[in-house]
């Protein structure tokens, strides 16, 4: 079911445009990320939402209600930032009191919902600290838990995680993902770091230049991108020289594969490849059609760097068991994964 | 070498702040003739006698009293004036933050006597007793530490993310009021503390506004009162100095012990 439907809204600051004909529905109990490189939109598609900034133009609907005109504080929306922004002269206990002051529960019913949000945030023995006493990551489940407790329609995450440092970041993400599910809230979290996008979202809304340019699951997105900014924003991807056939499917390497688009009458073309799906096998001189540039062992995969036909740079990502050391400049034959399907043409 | 050049530095810093105050101190409270200074002489002839004697002065005690309610009714006003200029501007259009930081160092730019001349010169034919009284000097003392007043109250703001707390607090549901007094002023605390010391300050050394004027505030009393009784004067001023310099020290450290950022970038 539908919960929030924003419908063509576009934004300008001045002369810059922020957003530019922007659409996103959100279902009830979803979470879905906006990943988007620096100034995309992201940010000013959820400072809208949240009604802190006003589109020129477009609707906003919650529930089939439109909320364009009601100010923050009536939308009954949580919040969180990414400098955590808890009260300083408040303890944690305190800072999650504060919004359920605001909407009038009463004092033993804030009592109890107070322990269940330090309970499930896991924060019970931080409940009397002030904010200067805690380190980055419990501020933020802090400032989360004050977000919950109003039991908002809406979770609204602006890149809650980017101050913190990578280990933290991580046990973070998978502790908000639980919560979103636990808590069944509705949640949209903007965020510049696709790993944390894939590994969150219900779905993914990947932006550029003011524009949603696909939303998706994040398998879909990564195995199916619908665009060329999509193919090389999400992971990794090689661009390699396709022909199309008179059929209309292409030829990548030794594969023949349908494309993102019909190929017209043998046109040239490049073929989007994961380095996943690439193969490299040692070979002879004379039937090899690349050379090994470098390879790198990541633990679990290699990946090898290697030049196609003297010009186009190609990466394989090898699973570390299978791989066979390369060297480099040892001449190898690439080819594509037998049961490759689809390609995306650029 | 970097160390070497930084306590050289530091040292050649503290010189210059320290044996002025020191040869002051020497002056009030030894009543020995630099002349005749010498190795045995130099601990003879020290007494607390010209402090006494300063405060055995019944106009000193008015002086410092008019002083006082000076300090603070213009921390009152400067606060009144600023204090909500300062939060709405940086909380809902930081784009006029650059114009008031501006506008607020525009009272340096005018002299005293041309600020006293004017407002004279206004109020004698229009309200002619407004500058009969000693307190017609707190509009000026206000407008003198504005710039000071105002920059302590926005680094405040800055230190604590005004804007984002506001916003954190709207989007919990809270009201405008509840937000400025439960949140914005209890974090601001430091800062208008920082605030009141700077105005304190300037309010306790303005001589300028107070002499053209006519009034007998504290330096005014003290400059008059350095002319008959040389050494009670400086013994006055340096206790004075002293005094001023704890009490902001106290009020710093209290500050910091319970966890508040005293801020006074921009100062």
């Known amino acids: 079911m539908t919960l929030v439907e924003m419908r063509n809204i576009r934004k300008y600051f001045g002369e810059s445009r922020a957003l530019t004909d922007f659409s996103l529905t959100v279902n009830s109990g979803e979470l879905v990320c906006l990943l988007g490189p620096s100034g995309c939109g992201k940010t000013t598609a959820l400072r809208i939402l949240a009604g802190f900034e006003r589109a020129d133009a477009g609707t906003i609907e919650v529930d089939s209600e439109s909320i364009g005109s009601v100010p923050v504080e009536k939308r009954n929306f949580g919040m969180v930032f990414q400098d955590y922004s808890l009260f300083p002269n408040m303890t944690a206990r305190q800072n999650i009191e504060f919004g359920l002051k605001s909407r009038k529960v009463s004092a033993t019913q804030r009592r109890t919902t107070i322990d269940r949000m330090l309970h499930i945030t896991d924060l019970g023995d931080q409940a009397d600290k002030f904010p200067h006493q805690m380190s980055g990551g419990q501020k933020q489940r802090v400032a989360l838990a004050r977000a919950i407790a109003t039991s908002p329609r809406v979770l609204l995450l602006d890149e809650p995680l980017s101050a913190l440092d990578a280990k933290v970041r991580e046990s973070l993400r ?109 070979t002879h001189q004379e039937s090899a059609n690349a050379i090994i540039e470098d390879s790198s062992f990541l633990g679990p995969i290699t990946r090898v760097k290697l030049t196609l036909n003297g010009v186009t740079t190609v990466y394989a990502d090898l699973l570390s068991i299978n791989a066979t050391p390369f060297i480099p400049g040892q001449p190898v034959f690439v080819g594509v994964r037998s049961d490759l399907e689809n390609t995306i043409i650029f | 070498m970097t160390k070497v050049f930084k306590w050289g530095f530091l040292i050649v810093l503290a010189l210059f ?50 002083s006082a309610l000076l300090a603070v009714f213009t921390i009152i006003l400067t606060l009144v004036l600023l204090l909500p200029l300062a939060i709405v501007t940086e909380i809902k259009a930081p784009r006029m933050r650059p114009w008031l930081t501006a506008l607020t160092l525009l009272p340096w730019v005018v002299p005293p006597i041309a600020l006293v001349v ?13 500058l009969a009284s000693v307190f017609s000097l707190v509009p000026f003392y206000a407008l003198w530490a504005m710039p000071f007043t105002y920059r302590a109250l926005d680094a405040g703001l800055q230190a604590i993310s005004a804007r984002t707390l506001y916003e954190a607090a ?29 105005t304190t300050a300037l309010v306790l050394g303005e001589f300028a506004f107070a002499s053209l004027l006519l009034k007998e505030t504290l330096p005014t009393f003290m400059v008059n009162f350095q002319q008959s009784q040389a050494r009670a004067g400086l013994a006055l001023a340096l206790i004075i100095l002293i005094f001023t310099a704890l009490a902001i020290g106290i009020v710093v450290r209290t500050l910091r012990r319970r966890g508040l950022n005293v801020q006074t970038t921009g100062l």
């Not at chain 1, 992971?235 to 993102?260: K, Q, Y």
């Not at chain 2, 509840?178 to 010391?197: D, E, F, G």
């Open chain 1, 174 to 282: 998978e502790e908000i993902r639980h919560l979103q599910r636990e808590v069944g809230v509705t949640t949209v979290f903007v965020t510049h770091d696709q790993q944390e996008a894939l590994a969150i979202a219900d779905r993914v809304g990947v932006m550029s230049n003011g524009q949603l340019e696909q939303i998706a699951t994040p398998r879909e997105l990564y195995q199916n991108p619908q665009n060329s900014f999509v193919a090389k924003f999400i992971g990794t991807i090689n661009r390699i020289p396709a022909t199309s056939r008179t059929d209309g499917l292409w030829n990548v390497l030794d594969a023949i594969l349908t494309g993102s688009r019909a190929g017209t009458e043998l046109e040239h073309a490049d073929g989007g490849i994961r380095p996943e799906d690439i193969t490299v096998s040692a």
């Open chain 2, 17 to 66: 702040f320290v044996v002025p105050l020191l040869a002051m101190a020497r002056f009030a409270f030894q009543s020995v003739p630099v002349a005749l200074l010498t190795g045995e002489t130099w601990l003879k002839g020290w007494s607390i006698d010209p402090i006494i004697a300063a405060s055995t002065e019944p106009a000193m005690w008015t002086a410092a009293r008019t």
């Open chain 2, 170 to 198: 709207r989007s919990t549901g809270a009201s405008f009021p509840t937000i400025i007094l439960r949140v914005i002023l209890p974090n601001m605390k430091a800062s208008i503390v920082a605030a009141a010391a700077l």
């Open chain 2, 118 to 130: 004017g407002v004279s010169v206004t109020f004698r034919t229009g309200a002619p007793w407004f």
